[in-house]
């Protein structure tokens, strides 16, 4: 919802899909930089601490861009500087939520949760992007910003009851070192890690295929809206209305995988899923009736979901506590990659049309994952055994052993820590 916010705005300022491209230019860059930086604090502080932080971050950035477009001043550069401000947010945000999944359910009920958890996130992707629509129709963008704003405001306070136990992963640290000598360890702690563990490297690439089209998808549907099932003056309801739809596929496809953890061959789902999402894309850029663009959009979601889901909760089944904040932030590093889609699809749109480049771009992935999952047959094979019921979640292990109910060697049978 609120990527789209921006991109309508800077869309409204320019009217170019170049400089949506360089607006995400301008967001990526940071990435590479703050990610790792923001995993290794994810794993030392207190999770719970982190969204709080992030949410606050993000109400004030909306609040000022809200008040520049109401007094008449906003212009391309303020959307331009604070793109960078709005990816150091994300750097913190995206692995500490990704983390805290693990922390407060069972192991054993995992994908279960992390379909849901998705499941919940695409609720704002099919209700958000439509009242983004709806609310600049009936007020102005500078309006929206500010409700957008109040609604990140709303989630900071509901983060307050999020637990205070079991939100830290790593536990210990050297106190003696310097800041740079700490944080080079903690990193060079999960480049030995990922070395050792060669199955979350290839699960961590995989996963990095389909956001490369799927953000930008998002990004320029702004254009597809006016170009191919439009007019100038509806555009920014039909842009709502299309996003909406891949988040009504990928709700379905949530609601199919609360069971996912009874289903053990992985690489089955991440194959059907990943190549369900790019021949989706495929007749979506060649469609140019809307009732059937909107099929072939909630077709994509699903499939997206159904890889995402076994992805992300195969990764943190496999990886320690300890280490979960770090390894999800190499993920964040998926949107270091966007100028390799995004930039010459901009230019590409403003040259081709959407539907020929969107169309060129998911030939080009399908075959790009043909070969991937040829030449990796640890994805393609991939099988994880139905775990046995866990007792308890890491979360309520550890406040029994702060309430000296437990011993950390009960808490960690009862956690299943050791079991994969």
């Given at each position: ?12 300022i ?48 909306f609040l ?9 001043k906003i ?6 500087i ?16 990704q983390?805290l ?28 992007p ?10 102005n ?15 900071s306070i509901?983060?307050l009851r999020?637990p ?9 640290s ?15 702690e ?14 961590l ?10 953000f ?16 100038p003056?509806s ?23 609360t ?29 140019h ?13 699903f499939?997206q ?5 076994t992805n992300?909760?195969?990764?943190q089944?496999i ?9 999800m932030?190499?993920?964040?590093l ?5 100028p ?6 901009g ?12 169309g ?18 640890q994805?393609?094979t991939?099988?994880m ?10 979360v ?8 000296g109910k437990?011993?950390?060697e009960?808490a ?9």
């Amino acid at each position: 919802m609120q990527l789209l916010l921006r991109h309508l705005v800077v869309y409204e300022i320019t009217n170019t899909a170049a400089s949506l491209a360089w607006m995400t230019v301008a967001a990526v860059v940071v990435l590479p930089f703050m990610a790792p930086i923001a995993g290794v604090y994810v794993d030392r502080l207190n999770k719970r601490t982190i969204l709080l932080f992030t949410e606050i971050s993000s109400t004030l950035l909306f609040l000022g861009i809200g008040i520049l477009i109401i007094s008449g001043k906003i212009e391309f550069w303020h959307m331009l500087i604070t793109a960078p401000l709005f990816s150091i947010v994300f750097a913190f945000f995206m692995p500490a939520r990704q983390a805290l999944v693990p922390a407060l359910v069972p192991k054993h009920k995992l994908g279960n949760a992390l379909a849901l958890t998705m499941g919940s996130n695409t609720l704002t992707q099919m209700i958000g992007p439509a009242i983004v629509g709806l609310s600049i129709f009936l007020t102005n963008h500078g309006i929206t910003m500010l409700i957008v704003a109040g609604m990140f405001g709303l989630a900071s306070i509901t983060d307050l009851r999020l637990p205070k136990h079991g939100m830290i992963g790593k536990q210990k640290s050297d106190q003696s070192e310097s800041v740079i000598r700490s944080l080079w360890t903690d990193l060079r702690e999960l480049i030995d890690y990922l070395r050792n563990n060669q199955l979350i490297p290839l699960l961590l690439v995989f996963g990095m295929v389909l956001p490369l089209i799927n953000f930008p998808l998002q990004q320029f549907m702004v254009v597809f809206a006016e170009k191919t099932f439009g007019d100038p003056g509806s555009k920014d309801f039909i842009a709502g209305l299309l996003i909406s739809m891949l988040g009504v596929g990928s709700l379905i496809g949530a609601l199919v995988l609360t069971s996912s953890d009874r289903f053990p061959h992985k690489g089955r789902l991440l194959m059907v899923g990943s190549f369900t999402a790019i021949i989706a894309l495929g007749l979506f850029s060649i469609s140019h009736d809307l009732r059937i663009a909107i099929i072939f959009l909630a077709l994509m979601g699903f499939g997206q979901m159904l890889f995402q889901v076994t992805n992300n909760s195969s990764i943190q089944r496999i990886v320690e506590n300890n280490m979960l904040g770090r390894v999800m932030s190499v993920v964040s590093l998926q949107w270091s990659l966007l100028p390799l889609g995004i930039i010459p699809l901009g230019f590409a749109i403003d040259r081709f049309g959407p539907g020929n480049s969107f169309g060129f771009t998911a030939l080009f992935l399908f075959v790009l994952l043909s070969i991937m999952f040829f030449l990796t047959p640890q994805i393609r094979t991939l099988y994880m055994k139905p775990l046995e019921k866990i007792e308890m979640s890491l979360v309520q292990a550890e406040k029994l052993v702060a309430e000296g109910k437990l011993t950390p060697e009960e808490a960690n049978k009862l956690t299943g820590k050791n079991e994969t």
